[in-house]
């Protein structure tokens, strides 16, 4: 059950931990910066569905 609660950090983690990388005067469009926050914000619904669909 530890392993749910850690799962659903992850996205929160991905997010605050690159916040400062694209937050840059010429941030990388094309590049991995842009694109892992872009999944964290997009991957973190199905994270957290996934949680619960384990846990109930």
Do not use: E, R, W
């Not at 694209?22 to 619904?45: H, R």
């Amino acid at each position: 059950m530890k392993i749910i609660y850690l799962l659903c950090l992850l996205p929160f983690v991905g997010i605050l931990g690159l916040l400062p990388l694209v937050n840059k005067v010429t941030p990388f469009i094309l590049g991995m910066p842009f694109f892992s926050l872009l999944d964290c914000y997009v991957g973190n619904p199905y994270v957290f569905y996934y949680g619960y669909c384990v846990q109930a």
